[in-house]
Each structure stands twice: as structure tokens, then as C-alpha cells.
């Protein structure tokens, strides 16, 4: 497969781009889309042969590339909505919800510690060369957290009033850590990229 796609019907999907094909990767007929949507999926492992995926009910699932299995390892607890991003690391899972609650999981799917990042996120994405997390959404500024003590780093300040004086919504779809570099790339709902 060349690519991975995860469907708002639940479905894992593979793509063979030079073929212009797809294949289910999953059975299709025990999917229920209410709970089963995937909202986030990220590679496991460094091999790229695991893929983690996170479920609108808050479930964490794990897909084998190799022998398409799939085995759930945990479901998120804490704070309201979908998960919005996923990072793991070596030892840890990190999982980010709508409401801002951030957790850190260990091996054993125990939580061992989690934060809050403001209310409105719409996503969360890591950097494994700089230790750091990054957060924003709706109302909700572009912030770096620290992956070990769960403090902030930095934080984007709001543009200001446009020429009537009226406040620019923050409206933050996706954000990157650009690699080998210290910049970030922002995404809005306003088809934007703020660098």
C-alpha cells in the first residue's frame, strides 16, 4: 500500500496510487459510522509497519500493516469530544481531545499524567526532534508544550483588529513542526498558511 486512509465511515482504507485502486482493510458491514469514525490515525512504531488509530467513540486501536489485524489497547477517558491528535513515542501515547484534555499513556495503557491545552482543539500533532506538542483550534492560539513536564513553551499572539476594529476569529485547522528547522506551519479555516 502507498497510502492509508481513515474514512468518517470508520473504514481503513489502502491506496495504491500507481493503479489508481483501494482496498478496505477492515470488514465494512460491522462498522457503525456514529462511533467508529476515525479522527486521528498516526504510525506506532518506527518501522511504519503499526498504525495507531483513534475512533470518535475513544477508542485506541492498532493496525497491523503486515497482517491486517487490528486490537484495541484502550479508550480515552477525561474531558468531552473526539480524540484530535495522536503522537507516540518510545514509551508513551499521547492523545489530545476537543476539550483540551491532554493524557500521556504508558505501555500498559495506564494514564500517567495529562494537562489541559483551552477548549476548541482541533488538533495535536508531536515532534520527536524537539520534544514538544503542538495545539490549537478554534478560539484556541497555536501553542508548543513540553513532552515531559506538560508546560507551555510558546505561544502565537493574535492578529490584530482589522481596519474596522473588529477582532479576527482564531480559527486553527492543523498545524507542523517543520523538520530540521525552528518553524511551525498553520493552517486556518480561511484556507490560510501562516508561517
Same mark, same amino acid.
Given at each position: ?21 483501494? &482496498? ?6 460491522? %462498522? ?5 469514525? $476515525? ?39 477525561g474531558g ?5 491528535g495522536l ?45 514538544? $506538542? %503542538? *495545539? ?12 515531559? *513536564?506538560?508546560? &507551555? ?16 476569529? $482564531?480559527? $486553527? ?23
Amino acid at each position: 500500500m502507498d497510502c492509508f486512509i481513515g474514512a468518517t465511515t470508520g473504514a481503513l482504507k489502502g491506496a495504491l496510487l500507481r493503479d489508481n485502486t483501494f &482496498q478496505n482493510l477492515c470488514e465494512i458491514k460491522s %462498522l457503525e459510522p456514529k462511533n467508529d469514525e $476515525i479522527t486521528s490515525m498516526v504510525w506506532n512504531d518506527d518501522e511504519q509497519t503499526e498504525i495507531l488509530i483513534a475512533r470518535l467513540n475513544r477508542d485506541l486501536q492498532v493496525f497491523d500493516v503486515e497482517t491486517s489485524e487490528q486490537t484495541s489497547i484502550l479508550t480515552v477517558t477525561g474531558g468531552t469530544g473526539a480524540i484530535k491528535g495522536l503522537f507516540r513515542t518510545d514509551e508513551k501515547t499521547y492523545t489530545c481531545v476537543e476539550s483540551g484534555d491532554l493524557q500521556v499513556w504508558n505501555d500498559k495503557s495506564e494514564a500517567v499524567t495529562s494537562w489541559k491545552c483551552g477548549p476548541g482543539v482541533a488538533f495535536m500533532r508531536g515532534s520527536s526532534e524537539r520534544q514538544e $506538542i %503542538l *495545539t490549537g483550534g478554534m478560539k484556541n492560539l497555536l501553542k508548543t508544550w513540553d513532552l515531559e *513536564t506538560g508546560q &507551555q513553551v510558546w505561544s502565537a499572539k493574535n492578529v490584530p483588529p482589522d481596519m474596522l476594529g473588529l477582532e479576527i476569529p $482564531i480559527m $486553527i485547522t492543523d498545524g507542523r513542526f517543520i523538520p530540521s528547522e525552528n518553524t511551525i506551519l498553520e493552517a486556518t479555516k480561511h484556507h490560510e498558511v501562516n508561517i
